[in-house]
């Protein structure tokens, strides 16, 4: 009597179907809290949106109750960030952005909104008028801010070119030279102690740089060379120079050391000195770089206010001639407003603003230069001319 054996194929198939229903029924669940946590995600979000809006709102009515949806928002976001983290992160690194954005956006908007007025008065002479035309024969630069209700801003343009052009002649050629000596010259050991040094200068607040200039630099050139006057364009270009001094080394030397090591060796190979393949090599392959660290520079030279506001006379004018740097005329677009701002009012307050408005375009005129020359740096490292 034979005994009947199962089917050898009946049992891979059953358990192929268990192993398919146990799969679809992972996956069922799997989508199941998919979609309950995108429906918390998707609240949270929405939570988080309007309390941030309401918040605002109530902000820029002045409302008492302004603190309720600030509360909702940092509960909103706290259980947000005990179930949904993912989530959590994501929006606020997105509201971080959009208030970024939005914080510089009003900020310019309120600018050009409280520049209307001067403009309105003055129109392009704001930025061009050089003598006063409500004055009899008056001398060039005479009564343009605030004689006969003139406003013009062409006296402190000329104060913040001269001291930014100052500042760029002492930054530029000692900053460079320095980046190379720290990036190629100086042994490791100087190197670490160097460099740190470097950029603990730019710690220091700018009050102490313009308090130095006030006892020390102003003092020297009124007593040793007879300055008309204590405070100069020359010596405050020369300290703001100084001050600029950190920005042009440390992102100059960030541009030299991304020069690839390669082509460096390449010069050494052909029997280049380190000095030649330095000069003919590095620098220019970081070119770009480099003149990326000057223009910063020159943007925090051109914004500097609390130096030149206690080294300058803030006596507005034009310079006879233009380029005396030791007269006694000494004021910028910064240092006006800085100086004048608490008392301002009317027409007066506005062209304050329109000063600020001026300045920020000029820096954001360099930042823009700045950037594009680190993408052209960029650029030529990688290969991509």
């Excluded at 009515?61 to 509960?75: D, K």
């Amino acid at each position: 009597m034979t005994q009947r054996l199962p089917q050898t194929r009946e049992v891979p198939r059953r358990l192929r179907a268990a192993v398919r229903r146990r799969v679809e029924r992972t996956k069922q669940r799997a989508r199941d809290y998919r979609s309950r946590t995108e429906d918390g995600a998707i609240a949270m979000d929405g939570l988080v949106f309007a309390s941030v809006i309401v918040t605002f709102l109530s902000f820029l009515a002045g409302s008492r109750w302004t603190v309720i949806p600030v509360v909702v928002f940092l509960a909103s976001m706290g259980v947000g960030w005990y179930r949904y983290q993912a989530e959590a992160a994501k929006i606020t690194t997105l509201l971080t952005t959009v208030i970024t954005v939005s914080i510089l956006t009003l900020i310019v908007a309120f600018l050009v909104i409280e520049s209307v007025p001067a403009v309105r008065l003055m129109g392009l002479d704001l930025l061009t008028q050089i003598r006063n035309p409500t004055m009899d024969d008056p001398a060039l630069g005479q009564g343009l801010w605030g004689r006969n209700d003139v406003w013009s801003l062409t006296p402190m343009m000329l104060g913040t070119a001269v001291t930014t052009l100052i500042a760029t002649l002492i930054a530029a050629p000692i900053g460079i030279a320095g980046a190379v000596f720290v990036s190629e010259i100086a042994p490791r050991r100087v190197r670490e102690v160097v460099k740190p040094g470097i950029e603990l200068m730019a710690g220091i607040p700018s009050i102490t740089y313009g308090f130095i200039g006030l006892t020390i630099v102003n003092q020297y050139f009124y007593l040793e060379f007879g300055t008309p006057t204590i405070g100069t364009y020359f010596a405050a270009g020369l300290m703001i120079g100084i001050m600029a001094l950190p920005t042009v080394v440390t992102v100059a030397e960030d541009a030299l050391n991304a020069v690839p090591e390669s082509i460096k060796s390449g010069a050494l190979a052909i029997g280049s000195t380190r000095w030649q393949t330095t000069k003919s090599v590095t620098i220019p392959a970081g070119l770009s770089g480099v003149s990326a660290g000057v223009l910063l520079g020159i943007g925090r030279a051109m914004g500097e206010t609390m130096a030149a506001t206690v080294m300058l006379t803030h006596t507005k004018g034009f310079p006879s001639p233009v380029f005396d740097v030791f007269s006694n005329y000494g004021e910028t677009l910064t240092t006006v407003i800085a100086f004048e701002g608490g008392n301002a009012s009317g027409v007066h307050m506005s062209a304050l603003f329109a000063a600020g408005v001026v300045l920020f375009v000029m820096v954001m005129l360099l930042s823009v230069a700045s950037q594009y020359v680190e993408w052209r740096m960029y650029q030529k490292l990688g290969g991509e001319q």
